[in-house]
């Protein structure tokens, strides 16, 4: 332990030492805030990253419930099919919704495009879900004097050119009838005249497609009398979301499947974690290029310390002992700088979090007026790791020239 702190010592009063050339403290100071500056960076990129994954998931939660329960094959079944009764009883359980969800045409005046029509209840936890992002009109699901009242995306509403205010047009919903013999529009298609009473605006996406209905309209449009394509549940906070799943798998009979939020949209997820991956990679390597000049940086300080080293080598210090004295030089550098750094950074991002120091253009759309910020320790797990990484090998490749030949150099 001792002989430890004592080569940290030395190795630490070789780096604040005067040196015979001024380009070799400009280098080494120039390694130490490059390293500094390219780790800052890297943690404030990185949650900033975290803050937009933060919003674009918490947008899917208004989209994708908890839990999904659905047929295998899509279909709609019987709710009496399931055990409602036992699932309610599950620990961590706090809402259950059943809901369908189907395509169909949607026409106003002269304009018609295909929608995803979603049945949901009147007072239900989707219609409170989507009650936030509802821009004009009120997020009603009702049937008003045998007109059901229905909320769309703000992409369907403008490809539509919906006039909510005008109220004696009605949207028109289609659905194909199933097993039917006639070839006549009235034989095919099941009608549903709807009145618009609110317009909601959550991504562009979803916005493009979605309609939410009264889910009897929507089992009349279909024709499919009491059955559900969608068995939605939302978790208690604190819930466990293996153990809800696993306990839910074994009450279902065969042929439903049990789908958590990241399932439900696997493609998004797989899409933010390639991109967060490739975003730490990146940042990672202009890291690694900051930190290369440690190389030359301590192969100029071995050259200047020379004689010090001979000196140290003929008080008793072996070649393995003065190997370790330059790579703990070398992790001085990079250490110092890359916690100085990350120290640094992570105060920058905590400014930004707190004051919104930085605003952001048009984010008054997600509801965030300035770029968001999350943080997460496994960004500081890997950060460091590869600070150790980058402080263990590179000064590897500069000790090697330390050996008898160069201790001894000077007593020929």
């Given at each position: 332990m001792r002989s430890t702190f004592l080569s940290y010592w030395i190795a630490y009063?070789?780096?604040?030492?005067k040196k015979s050339y001024s380009l070799i403290n400009i280098l080494t100071y120039v390694t130490f805030f490059g390293i500094m500056i390219a780790v800052a960076a890297l943690i404030i990129v990185i949650c900033v990253f975290?803050?937009?994954?933060?919003?674009?998931?918490?947008?899917?939660?208004?989209?994708?419930?908890?839990?999904?329960?659905?047929?295998?094959?899509?279909?709609?079944?019987?709710?009496?099919?399931?055990?409602?009764?036992k699932?309610?009883?599950?620990?961590?359980?706090?809402?259950?919704?059943?809901?369908?969800?189907?395509?169909?045409?949607?026409?106003?005046?002269?304009?018609?495009?295909?929608?995803?029509?979603?049945?949901?209840?009147?007072?239900g936890y989707n219609i409170q879900n989507i009650a936030p992002y509802v821009i004009y009109g009120e997020p009603k699901v009702t049937v008003l004097d045998s007109i059901p009242a229905v909320i769309i995306g703000s992409g369907v509403a403008?490809?539509?050119?919906?006039?909510?205010?005008?109220?004696?047009?009605?949207?028109?919903?289609?659905?194909?009838?199933?097993?039917?013999?006639?070839?006549?529009?009235?034989?095919?298609f099941t009608e549903s005249a709807c009145a618009v009473s609110g317009?909601?605006?959550?991504?562009?996406?979803?916005?493009?497609?979605?309609?939410?209905?009264?889910?009897?309209?929507?089992?009349?449009?279909?024709?499919?009398?009491?059955?559900y394509s969608?068995?939605?549940?939302?978790?208690?906070?604190?819930?466990?979301?293996?153990?809800?799943?696993?306990?839910?798998?074994?009450?279902?009979?065969?042929?439903?499947?049990?789908?958590?939020?990241?399932?439900?949209?696997e493609l998004l997820y797989k899409i933010l974690r390639n991109e967060r991956l490739i975003v730490f990679i990146l940042l990672a390597f202009i890291v690694l290029i900051a930190s290369l000049n440690v190389i030359s940086s301590l192969g100029l300080l071995l050259i200047d310390k020379q004689k010090r080293v001979q000196t140290l080598y003929a008080?008793?210090?072996?070649i393995s002992q003065l190997k370790k004295l330059f790579l703990r030089e070398g992790a001085i550098i990079v250490l110092g700088g890359g916690v100085i750094g990350?120290?640094?950074?992570?105060?920058?991002?905590?400014?930004?979090?707190?004051?919104?120091?930085?605003?952001?253009?048009?984010?008054?759309?997600?509801?965030?007026?300035?770029?968001?910020?999350?943080?997460?320790?496994?960004?500081?797990?890997?950060?460091?790791?590869?600070?150790?990484?980058?402080?263990?090998?590179?000064?590897?490749?500069?000790?090697k020239r330390i050996d008898k030949n160069f201790v001894s150099i000077r007593n020929n």
């Amino acid at each position: 332990m001792r002989s430890t702190f004592l080569s940290y010592w030395i190795a630490y009063r070789f780096w604040k030492s005067k040196k015979s050339y001024s380009l070799i403290n400009i280098l080494t100071y120039v390694t130490f805030f490059g390293i500094m500056i390219a780790v800052a960076a890297l943690i404030i990129v990185i949650c900033v990253f975290n803050g937009f994954e933060h919003v674009i998931v918490s947008m899917t939660e208004v989209i994708y419930p908890d839990i999904s329960i659905t047929k295998a094959d899509a279909k709609p079944f019987d709710i009496n099919s399931l055990n409602l009764d036992k699932i309610k009883l599950i620990n961590g359980i706090s809402f259950i919704e059943p809901t369908i969800e189907a395509t169909a045409l949607a026409r106003y005046d002269d304009e018609q495009i295909v929608v995803k029509v979603k049945g949901i209840s009147t007072d239900g936890y989707n219609i409170q879900n989507i009650a936030p992002y509802v821009i004009y009109g009120e997020p009603k699901v009702t049937v008003l004097d045998s007109i059901p009242a229905v909320i769309i995306g703000s992409g369907v509403a403008h490809n539509l050119n919906v006039n909510i205010n005008d109220y004696s047009r009605y949207l028109f919903l289609y659905s194909i009838k199933e097993n039917s013999s006639q070839v006549s529009a009235n034989a095919l298609f099941t009608e549903s005249a709807c009145a618009v009473s609110g317009i909601f605006a959550v991504n562009q996406d979803y916005d493009n497609v979605y309609i939410y209905a009264p889910i009897l309209e929507v089992q009349n449009l279909l024709g499919i009398g009491n059955n559900y394509s969608n068995i939605e549940i939302n978790l208690a906070e604190g819930a466990n979301l293996t153990k809800v799943k696993r306990e839910l798998t074994k009450l279902l009979p065969k042929g439903f499947i049990v789908k958590d939020r990241q399932q439900q949209d696997e493609l998004l997820y797989k899409i933010l974690r390639n991109e967060r991956l490739i975003v730490f990679i990146l940042l990672a390597f202009i890291v690694l290029i900051a930190s290369l000049n440690v190389i030359s940086s301590l192969g100029l300080l071995l050259i200047d310390k020379q004689k010090r080293v001979q000196t140290l080598y003929a008080l008793g210090m072996d070649i393995s002992q003065l190997k370790k004295l330059f790579l703990r030089e070398g992790a001085i550098i990079v250490l110092g700088g890359g916690v100085i750094g990350l120290l640094l950074g992570s105060v920058i991002a905590f400014l930004q979090l707190q004051f919104g120091i930085v605003p952001m253009q048009g984010g008054e759309m997600v509801g965030y007026q300035a770029y968001p910020i999350a943080f997460k320790f496994i960004d500081y797990f890997f950060i460091i790791l590869l600070l150790v990484i980058i402080s263990i090998l590179l000064p590897r490749l500069t000790v090697k020239r330390i050996d008898k030949n160069f201790v001894s150099i000077r007593n020929n």
